[in-house]
Structure formats: C-alpha cells, structure tokens
C-alpha cells in the first residue's frame, strides 16, 4: 500500500508597501493582506477630520457596475451632504481612483462601495470575512486591527476568551493606508481568511471608513 502523500503545508504571510504596487502581491498564493501604507495628501486628510467633527450621520451603500473602458466610476452623489466642505472633490477623487485600481487589479465588473462613520466596533470579535477580497481604507479615526498567522486559534473565532489580550500580538492599519484582505472565498484561500476586527473606539470618538467588495 502507498504511504498517504503528506498534506502540504500553507504559508500565509502580510506584505506592506510604501507604493500602491504592493497591493499586487493580494494575488499571490499564500498572501492574505497587502497593505500600502500610503500618507493620505493633506487636504483629504482635513476633509475626513472636518467632515467627523460634525457629528453628523454617514452610511452610504452603492453598487457599481464597471465600464470595459477606462471611463471613471460613476459617484455622483456620493456623500453629497458634505459636498461643501473644502476638499470633497478630492475626497470623491480618491474614492474614485480606489475603485478604478480595484477593478483593475481583479478584473472586477461590479463592486460593493460602502462609506460610513462609525462611533463603535462594527465587528468587535475577530473573525474572518466570508468573501473573496475586500478593500479597506479608513479615511479619519482609528483603523482596522489584524492578527498574524498563528496567533490566534482559528478554531475559537468569535469566543472572547481565546483572543490576544497583548497589543504587541495585534496589528494595526494605519488611518490613510489602504489594505486588501483575502477573505474565505478566495479560491485557494479556504481556511486562511484574514483574521481581523474592528477597534474599540473610546467614547465620543468616530471613524470614516471605506469599504470595498468585488461582487462579480
């Protein structure tokens, strides 16, 4: 009888990047995140601050269907209730450029965009995102917490006991940088989701986020 061929074993590894190339490397084998760790210009910056400091609602969902051109997405309307404070254009632009380059990347047609303020922890339980890749990107406040491989048993996702409690086992995506998670539905990726949470925020303390999924 044959001796039973030994399971290969998956690396699963981070890669970050000073360049928005870096988020190429989402398409490896065995790489779960690419993050670049872009500074956000200046005047996007204000923008997300100014638009927090109003205190104001923010929940937005649109499903864009993608041109086979290299005509720009249409955000019309997007946020338009902060449409006159200085810097929206090149808030929307920003937005607009993320999603032309994420449907470059992965040959997307259509995308999921989601922008919103967020006064709690959306998913406060690490866990893993049930689709093939999401891109996230949090404008202003505190950004999305990650674990490496092995930190933490993949076994008791969503049980509060077995999480890390040592800030130095978690890892953080910094405000302005823009991050590609592989989720559970990426195929080659089963079992090797990105395990992820959204922060804690203090009281009175608020987050812009944006949120991409490839639905197509």
């Not at 041109?67 to 449409?83: C, K």
């Not at 339980?125 to 999401?134: A, E, G, K, T, Y």
């Not at 490496?148 to 910094?174: C, H, N, W």
């Amino acid at each position: 009888m044959l001796a039973p061929i030994p399971k290969r074993q998956t690396i699963v590894q981070q890669v970050q990047g000073e360049t928005p190339q870096t988020l190429t490397r989402i398409l490896e084998d065995g790489v779960n995140l690419a993050v670049w760790k872009r500074q956000l210009p200046v005047h996007i910056g204000d923008f997300a601050r100014l638009l927090l400091s109003l205190n104001e609602p923010l929940a937005e969902s649109l499903v864009l269907d993608m041109p086979n051109d290299d005509t720009e997405p249409n955000l019309h309307g997007l946020a338009s209730g902060f449409s006159d404070l200085e810097g929206y254009e090149g808030f929307v632009a920003d937005v607009s450029w993320l999603v032309s380059a994420f449907s470059c990347l992965l040959g997307a047609k259509r995308i999921g965009l989601r922008v919103r303020v967020l006064d709690k922890a959306m998913c406060p339980r690490f866990h893993v995102d049930h689709v093939p890749v999401r891109l996230i990107s949090t404008y202003a406040g505190v950004g999305s917490q990650w674990l490496k491989e092995g930190v933490m048993d993949r076994r008791f996702l969503g049980t509060p006991d077995a999480e890390p409690l040592q800030d130095s086992l978690i890892d953080y995506i910094g405000s302005g940088e823009v991050a590609l998670l592989k989720g559970e539905k990426w195929h080659g990726n089963e079992g090797f989701g990105l395990i992820h949470r959204s922060p804690q925020l203090p009281p009175g303390a608020r987050r812009l986020m944006l949120t991409l999924d490839w639905l197509a």
